[in-house]
């Protein structure tokens, strides 16, 4: 008897197909569109760029998006914009690099500051859960339909805080995530699907808030970021802070003007010199004139800094400037009429922007979302890159690395470690971040305690410490020790965030110490092996020193021991690893008579076929 198959007639394949979409959660403004059978982005009033604005007024009532704009006129409300610069940062993190930062904290909580609003104090988290919430609305009315998941984008250089943030809001939004994107990956995805390009692209991502920039190939349909670097505190905002210094400058009528309302002139000026070459604002009888050179020397050093980051990136690739065959260009920055000209002489290659710049992240986004959830069959694999080494502390302080930065992800990495006393029950297992040699040069992203490993001889047992990297680049770290099995893990939540640029920095410090990191990590690794030969021996001798050697055997052995101790604190690597080889060839009789002992003690009263 064959089978039928039974389908409800008023059912359709557009019924089935799920509600996805892709979200450029943006620091000035956000997008967020959806591919049904074309591209779709959903509007707030009319327009798709929907502002990552939210506005409190008297009553302590929350407006989003374009309707905040609209009630930010009014004196008695509050606005909140370019909450995406301190997501994820402590209130010493904002404190030491956004010097500009208009609102005031609460820092009763150093590791998640609040910002006061009249009666209200709101974290990072809860004020861009708002502005998802909205997105969601305004797609949900749209097309009459519950959002079935989202893919949401991040800069590439989001730390691992960062990105548990983004995750935590679009939670608190009600969104489900379908993957955390890199915005450069994202917009690679919308050029790679639409033109079917192949070869080694910049992706230059210069946006309101952040900054970074990917090298990347596209062959036959797999995307691979070879490497990615960047500053999540560089961008628009930047330039605006220094038009607004040039405005108080030059124009003293200007000096009381709020933050806000010279930030609002600043973003007029540079939006018309993206096509005019002289710019002017009227602020009641006040002229405002700007031309295209000046602006240009007023923001050469940030754009400089742009172009220094994307060699770095184009290095850290192993890839020849001559080798990359295209820039593309991402965010509302880019359209500065000098980036494009800088860029074109220094990389000498063609600049793609055909994409609406603005668009192409949520573009991206949108094709991966529909992907990701089986409504399109598209051939696509996708490889982003580790931006920062992890690994653990070991004795000593030294930084041991476990997965390598620019390492593709997905990625499982695993190393066996072992206890440095006899009989020690517990390890703690310190989870680090960065490039440098030493710990204490290091991030720190959390830590764990493997408890009831079994009493055993230092050395013996046997720790394997995992770490997963799963594809929105959040961390897993398990410990385990394999003779009990006994087994202990973390979703590594971190202490604290890396501050805007700090990755940049550690790189860069880690490129620059290197050959005093060589020497220091030597220094260390011999006194950590000096430690563990003085202890090991000094256990032995209170054991049996007295037994198995004589008077003149036992001065022996003590003077060498002394001697390596007396020398152990000496910042001289090749001497204290001399008297560790000395130390351990004068006590080679001693540890022999030990297993001979020990030997004997195993196979005294048994016969051959127990020994067998």
């Not at 890396?498 to 260390?524: H, P, W, Y």
């Amino acid at each position: 008897m064959s089978l039928l198959q039974i389908s409800d007639p008023d059912i359709s394949k557009k019924d089935l197909v799920k509600f996805v979409v892709g979200i450029d959660l943006g620091t000035t403004n956000s997008l967020i569109a959806t591919i049904a059978e074309t591209l779709l982005f959903f509007e707030d009033q009319k327009s798709p760029m929907i502002p990552s604005i939210i506005n409190i007024n008297n009553k302590g009532e929350i407006s989003v998006g374009q309707k905040a704009v609209n009630a930010s006129n009014k004196s008695e409300n509050y606005n909140i914009s370019s909450i995406k610069r301190i997501m994820g940062l402590s209130a010493a993190d904002i404190e030491d690099k956004l010097k500009n930062f208009p609102y005031e904290l609460d820092v009763s909580n150093e590791k998640l500051p609040l910002i006061k609003v009249g009666n209200n104090k709101l974290s990072a988290i809860d004020i861009s859960s708002k502005i998802l919430s909205h997105l969601k609305d305004l797609a949900e009315k749209k097309e009459n339909k519950r959002l079935d998941g989202a893919v949401i984008t991040v800069p590439a250089y989001f730390n691992d805080l960062q990105r548990q943030a983004t995750k935590n809001a679009a939670k608190l939004s009600g969104i489900n995530i379908l993957r955390l994107l890199n915005e450069p990956t994202a917009a690679a995805i919308a050029y790679g699907l639409e033109s079917k390009s192949t070869g080694t692209f910049v992706v230059y991502d210069f946006g309101g808030g952040t900054f970074d920039v990917s090298v990347l190939t596209l062959e036959k349909g797999i995307f691979k970021v070879l490497s990615t670097d960047g500053d999540t505190c560089l961008g628009g905002d930047d330039i605006d802070d220094i038009i607004c210094n040039w405005i108080k400058d030059n124009y003293t009528s200007l000096h009381k003007t709020n933050y806000l309302s010279l930030k609002k002139i600043a973003c007029q000026l540079k939006e018309q010199l993206s096509y005019d070459d002289i710019a002017e604002v009227t602020v009641d009888t006040t002229v405002i004139s700007l031309n295209v050179d000046k602006f240009n020397n007023l923001v050469n050093k940030i754009i400089d800094r742009t172009l220094d980051i994307t060699k770095n990136a184009i290095k850290e690739s192993h890839q020849r400037i001559s080798n990359i065959k295209d820039i593309i260009l991402v965010g509302g920055s880019t359209r500065i009429r000098c980036i494009k000209s800088k860029l074109k002489t220094e990389f000498k290659c063609s600049i793609l922007n055909d994409i609406d710049p603005d668009k192409v992240v949520a573009h991206g986004a949108a094709i991966q979302a529909n992907i990701l959830s089986g409504n399109c069959k598209e051939d696509i694999l996708l490889l982003d890159v580790l931006p920062l080494s992890l690994g653990i502390e070991t004795y000593g302080g030294l930084s041991e690395k476990i997965i390598h930065r620019n390492t593709p992800i997905p990625i499982n990495a695993k190393k066996t470690f072992t206890t440095f006393k006899d009989g020690q029950s517990k390890l703690l297992v310190h989870v680090i971040q960065g490039e440098r040699e030493m710990v204490e040069h290091c991030s720190s992203l959390g830590e764990f305690i493997l408890n009831d490993i079994p009493s055993m001889v230092s050395g013996v047992p046997r720790i394997v410490v995992e770490f997963q990297v799963d594809a929105d680049g959040i961390l897993s770290v398990t410990a385990t020790e394999n003779i009990s099995g006994v087994s202990s893990s973390i979703e590594v939540k971190p202490s604290y965030g890396l501050s805007d640029s700090e990755i940049t920095k550690m790189i860069e410090a880690s490129n620059s110490s290197a050959k005093g990191d060589v020497f220091l990590r030597k220094l260390n690794e011999s006194k950590v092996e000096g430690e563990r030969v003085i202890y090991a021996l000094e256990q032995a001798l209170d054991r049996d020193g007295n037994d198995l050697l004589n008077a003149t055997e036992l001065n022996l052995i003590t003077a060498a021991l002394n001697d390596l101790k007396n020398n152990i604190s000496l910042k001289d690597p090749e001497k204290i690893n001399k008297l560790i080889i000395k130390l351990e060839t004068v006590s080679e009789f001693y540890v022999e008579r030990r297993m001979n002992r020990s030997i004997k003690s195993m196979i005294a009263g048994k016969g051959i076929d127990d020994i067998l």
